[in-house]
Nanobody, 114 residues
Framework: QVQLVESGGGLVQPGGSLRLSCAAS????????MGWYRQGPGQQRELVAS???????NYADSVKGRFTIYRDNAKNTMYLQMNSLKPEDTAVYYC????????WGQGTQVTVSS
């Protein structure tokens, strides 16, 4: 069983930065395929970025060059560094992990507004 806890969301002005964290419980963190999803108001949940156990990354076109996903296996934590934030990045951001089962965090709100 894996439990995921996100943190780091908040209100930021356009052009600003935030770093989201996802802390995972358990002893299999290094084996997890992990990702960040987001769901904006009235929208479907979408994949923002993913990272494999081997640190291969993938990004949605809308965030390429602005967001960076990375993981620290020693801390059982995954991160999403978000730069040059836009109002359209406003959403609830969810941490996801997969290892035979699919695990989700509770979500953290990111609001980009002046």
């Amino acid at each position: 069983q894996v439990q995921l806890v996100e943190s780091g969301g908040g209100l930021v002005q356009p052009g600003g930065s935030l770093r989201l964290s996802c802390a995972a419980s358990g002893s299999i963190f290094s084996r997890l395929f992990m990702g960040w999803y987001r769901q904006g108001p009235g929208q479907q949940r979408e994949l923002v970025a993913s990272i494999t156990s081997g640190r291969i990354t993938n990004y949605a076109d809308s965030v390429k060059g602005r967001f960076t996903i990375y993981r620290d296996n020693a801390k059982n934590t995954m991160y999403l560094q978000m730069n040059s934030l836009k109002p359209e990045d406003t959403a609830v951001y969810y941490c996801n992990a997969v290892y035979f089962e699919n695990y989700w965090g509770q979500g953290t709100q990111v609001t980009v507004s002046s």
